[in-house]
């Protein structure tokens, strides 16, 4: 397995994970972000960037971020509403990698799942140093 | 045209509800413990200050939290059912900064709503920005 996200190539599916949205954890994410909406509409509901989050948290465990490196864009598309305690799977891909001016650009596509299908979809683009 | 809804009524041109919040450096850790990413440059001060950003800086994903905050303000459950977004980073967000999220209904296509979303600093410098996407029920 590659040691940093820096050594991925184009191509590279990292290994499919899952993770359970414990209450927990969605306090201490919404604790932190300190988002007042979420919790007016139904104190079950998961904001849909926790989710993004999570998902990124489970490609970054599997391949470290090189430091320094900045996220430089974002798409999401949100499928339907999560709740806590639901289990999800995430699948990713590097779907784009360049060099300009000494630093890497690279897209990858992530796929979060619940046992009834995509709830969210994604492109994160990122940027870290080449010498990285 | 006019899009009636529970949370607010918009037209073509209309801003959403904008929100302001601080960034803290304490927040910085609490987010990097949540999230898992514990790059240095958010957290390490000796570190950041050999960047080209001289200190430490927010976390990308935390400044668009302040962003879907404002969405699931203004639209309700429907932004986490239907919600889309596009956006770039365009400046960094640094500990200190009051950051305000706000957005305009641009185009309504059927019961598709299609809004200009951004994210400023106290200074005006815009932070992010990109496009929001959400179907109303």
């Known amino acids: 397995m590659p040691s940093t996200l820096a050594a991925l190539p184009k191509g590279y599916e990292f290994p499919p994970t899952t993770f359970t949205l414990s209450c927990e954890w969605v306090d201490a994410y919404i604790d932190a972000v300190g988002d007042t909406a979420i919790k007016s509409l139904n104190p079950d509901l998961v904001p849909p960037m926790a989710v993004a989050a999570l998902g990124i948290r489970a490609l970054i465990e599997a391949s470290p971020l090189p430091p320094g490196t900045l996220h430089a864009g974002q798409e999401l598309s949100f499928h339907r509403a999560i709740n806590v305690g639901e289990e999800l799977s995430v699948r990713a891909k590097v779907v784009s990698r360049g060099e300009r001016a000494g630093w890497v650009l690279m897209s990858v596509d992530l796929e979060v799942s619940a046992g009834d299908g995509r709830v969210m979809s994604g492109r994160a683009t990122i940027t870290f140093p080449v010498e990285s | ?137």
């Not at chain 2, 927040?27 to 960047?51: E, I, K």
């Open chain 2, 1 to 137: 045209m006019t899009v009636q809804r529970e949370r607010v009524s918009l037209g073509v041109g209309d801003e959403l509800p904008a929100i302001t919040k601080e960034v803290t450096q304490e927040q910085l850790h609490r987010y990097a413990d949540a999230s898992g990413d514990h790059n240095p440059l958010h957290l390490d001060p000796d570190f950041a200050a050999t960047t080209q950003f001289g200190g430490t800086i927010a976390h990308g994903m935390l400044v668009l939290a302040f962003i879907s905050e404002m969405l699931t303000s203004a639209f309700g459950r429907d932004w986490l059912t239907s919600g889309r977004l596009k956006i770039r980073f365009r400046a960094a967000a640094r500990p200190g900064d009051w950051l305000t999220s706000s957005g305009r209904l641009k185009k309504v296509d059927d019961a598709r709503l299609i809004c200009d979303i951004e994210c400023r600093n106290a200074g005006g410098e815009v932070v992010l920005d990109g496009t929001a996407e959400v179907t109303v029920s």
